[in-house]
């Protein structure tokens, strides 16, 4: 299993794999307890290989953060999620020093290190980008299309958002045929 296929959805706490899709529902199951929910097809959710965090320069994938945090610890565990504000800021500044400590709040470095440990407790430990990716796919130059907050954070800004899926606009859907 990869972050490609694990969902982080809005307004369920914890992490999904997808199942399969019905009418106007989706089937995932809860990777905590092994359990499955049927979700309306309205649910907004996001893999985790989209999500993305900022930092001051630039915007960086989740997978290079949980990687970060990977070295950091040796492979190991990372601090409890429940561990005071103050603890959390420092561990993930020690982690990550270039994360934007103005719009990464306390609520996302949670559930980033929630995500590490339960990521890690199931042996889902390759956080490298996938081989087969291209680098200049993607790259509009454009804000991202849609964003992955998940706790009701209020905040101006999320701290994390989900990256374009390339599609720039650029050409039509379909086309007329010339006459």
């Given at each position: 299993m990869?972050l490609k296929d694990?969902?982080?959805?809005s307004?369920h706490?914890?992490?999904?794999?997808y199942i399969?899709q019905?009418r106007?529902?989706?089937?995932?199951?809860?990777l905590?307890d092994?359990?499955r929910t049927?979700?309306p097809g309205?649910?907004k959710?996001n893999?985790l290989e989209?999500i993305?965090?900022?930092t001051e320069?630039?915007?960086i994938p989740l997978?290079?953060v949980l990687?970060k945090?990977?070295?950091?610890?040796?492979?190991?565990?990372?601090?409890?999620y429940?561990?005071?504000d103050?603890?959390?800021k420092?561990?993930?500044?020690?982690?990550?020093p270039?994360?934007d400590r103005v719009?990464?709040?306390?609520?996302?470095?949670?559930k980033i290190?929630?995500?590490?440990?339960?990521?890690?407790?199931?042996?889902?430990?390759?956080f490298?980008?996938?081989?087969?990716?291209?680098?200049n796919?993607g790259?509009?130059?454009?804000?991202?299309?849609?964003?992955?907050?998940?706790?009701?954070?209020?905040?101006?800004?999320?701290a994390m958002?989900?990256?374009?899926?390339?599609?720039?606009g650029?050409?039509p859907?379909v086309?007329?045929p010339?006459?």
């Amino acid at each position: 299993m990869t972050l490609k296929d694990i969902l982080v959805v809005s307004g369920h706490g914890g992490l999904f794999k997808y199942i399969s899709q019905g009418r106007n529902s989706i089937v995932v199951e809860n990777l905590s307890d092994n359990k499955r929910t049927t979700l309306p097809g309205s649910s907004k959710f996001n893999m985790l290989e989209e999500i993305v965090v900022y930092t001051e320069e630039k915007e960086i994938p989740l997978r290079e953060v949980l990687a970060k945090i990977q070295a950091k610890e040796s492979g190991g565990a990372a601090i409890q999620y429940k561990a005071p504000d103050a603890d959390l800021k420092k561990y993930f500044a020690e982690a990550v020093p270039e994360y934007d400590r103005v719009r990464v709040y306390v609520s996302d470095i949670r559930k980033i290190v929630k995500w590490y440990n339960l990521l890690l407790e199931l042996g889902i430990t390759d956080f490298e980008a996938p081989k087969e990716e291209n680098e200049n796919d993607g790259d509009c130059g454009s804000e991202p299309a849609m964003t992955a907050q998940e706790d009701g954070d209020c905040g101006s800004e999320p701290a994390m958002t989900a990256q374009d899926d390339g599609d720039c606009g650029s050409e039509p859907a379909v086309t007329a045929p010339e006459e």
